[in-house]
């Protein structure tokens, strides 16, 4: 449990102390940018327009979801349907009660994700690290790194929920194993390949650790990840037919 910065604490006198206040002073650093991106984000949920170009598109699969109709169907000059997955639409559907779809609720619930990312960022780097400073600091670089990612962070896009979801089941995975914790985060990981299926990388990741070390656990995230995914499937097929399929899996792959 000694963090790097201390690692020649032993053969300078007073490195222990500098390196504490280094952290410290980064901790703080890492607040000030959290200020500043919560700032932005704020400005960002309240603007009324298209920020990006994509938005409009993401809130017609929203809208669609809110009347009932097919989330993916045959393409058409009134709607053709994006290659990501459907619970981002769904999420944000179900919230819409909460104020303006276009564009407060979907760029809502994607900062709210990453304020989810962020906390699962402190918690990750405290338990590899043991220090609750590194993690603050860790959480400041994510949000330092906003301004070189066009600020999707609080976007009405997908990414923020996918990076939420797939963050969230690692600091599942490497949490507690209790079979709740466990089943959580099969659950967790169908809700992130359901969002982007680019997921699939963390998914084969879990897999390999956990036949590898934790099969016991592999077993019971797999029941967690198998149910949320069926449950999705069955949804998808009475939704959208074989229109799910093609552009959820065969699309992607051409």
Same mark, same amino acid.
Not at 159 to 187: E, N, Q, V, Y
Not at 193 to 215: E, N
Not at 240 to 253: D, T
């Given at each position: +449990?000694?963090?790097?910065?201390?690692?020649?604490?032993?053969? @300078?006198p007073g490195?222990?102390?500098?390196?504490?206040?280094?952290l410290?002073?980064l901790?703080?650093y890492? *607040?000030?940018?959290? &200020?500043?991106?919560?700032y932005?984000?704020?400005?960002?949920? #309240?603007f009324?327009?298209?920020?990006?170009? $994509?938005?409009?598109a993401?809130?017609d699969h929203i809208? @669609?979801?809110?009347?009932?109709?097919?989330?993916?169907?045959?393409?058409s000059?009134?709607f053709? !349907?994006?290659?990501?997955?459907?619970?981002?639409? $769904?999420?944000?559907?179900?919230l819409?009660?909460?104020?303006?779809l276009?564009?407060?609720?979907p760029?809502?619930?994607?900062?709210l994700?990453?304020?989810?990312?962020a906390?699962?960022?402190?918690?990750?780097v405290?338990?590899?690290?043991?220090?609750?400073?590194?993690?603050?600091?860790?959480a400041?670089?994510?949000?330092?790194a906003?301004?070189?990612?066009?600020? $999707?962070?609080?976007?009405?896009?997908?990414?923020?929920?996918?990076? #939420?979801?797939?963050?969230l089941?690692?600091?599942? $995975?490497?949490? %507690?194993?209790? !079979?709740?914790?466990?089943?959580?985060?099969? &659950?967790?990981?169908?809700g992130?390949?359901?969002? %982007?299926?680019?997921? *699939?990388?963390?998914?084969?990741?879990? *897999?390999? +650790?956990?036949?590898?070390?934790?099969?016991?656990?592999?077993?019971?995230?797999?029941?967690?990840?198998?149910a949320?995914?069926?449950? *999705?499937a069955?949804?998808?097929?009475?939704?959208?037919g074989?229109?799910?399929w093609y552009?959820?899996?065969?699309?992607?792959? %051409?």
């Amino acid at each position: +449990d000694t963090f790097v910065f201390a690692s020649a604490a032993d053969s @300078r006198p007073g490195a222990a102390d500098l390196a504490k206040w280094g952290l410290l002073a980064l901790a703080i650093y890492a *607040a000030i940018v959290l &200020a500043g991106w919560l700032y932005i984000a704020t400005a960002q949920i #309240a603007f009324p327009g298209d920020l990006s170009g $994509w938005e409009g598109a993401i809130v017609d699969h929203i809208r @669609r979801v809110i009347e009932g109709q097919p989330v993916y169907a045959r393409p058409s000059l009134q709607f053709t !349907p994006l290659l990501y997955g459907p619970f981002y639409y $769904w999420l944000c559907a179900a919230l819409s009660w909460t104020g303006d779809l276009a564009f407060a609720v979907p760029r809502a619930v994607s900062a709210l994700a990453t304020l989810l990312s962020a906390f699962c960022l402190v918690r990750l780097v405290q338990r590899f690290t043991g220090q609750t400073l590194a993690g603050i600091v860790g959480a400041g670089l994510f949000f330092a790194a906003a301004l070189w990612s066009d600020n $999707w962070y609080a976007l009405a896009h997908v990414d923020a929920l996918f990076l #939420a979801l797939m963050l969230l089941a690692l600091l599942l $995975w490497f949490g %507690k194993p209790t !079979p709740l914790h466990l089943t959580a985060c099969g &659950a967790v990981l169908a809700g992130a390949l359901l969002t %982007k299926q680019s997921a *699939a990388l963390l998914v084969i990741a879990v *897999a390999l +650790d956990g036949l590898t070390y934790r099969r016991r656990d592999a077993v019971l995230a797999a029941i967690g990840l198998t149910a949320v995914l069926a449950a *999705a499937a069955v949804w998808l097929a009475a939704d959208s037919g074989s229109w799910a399929w093609y552009f959820l899996i065969v699309m992607p792959q %051409k």
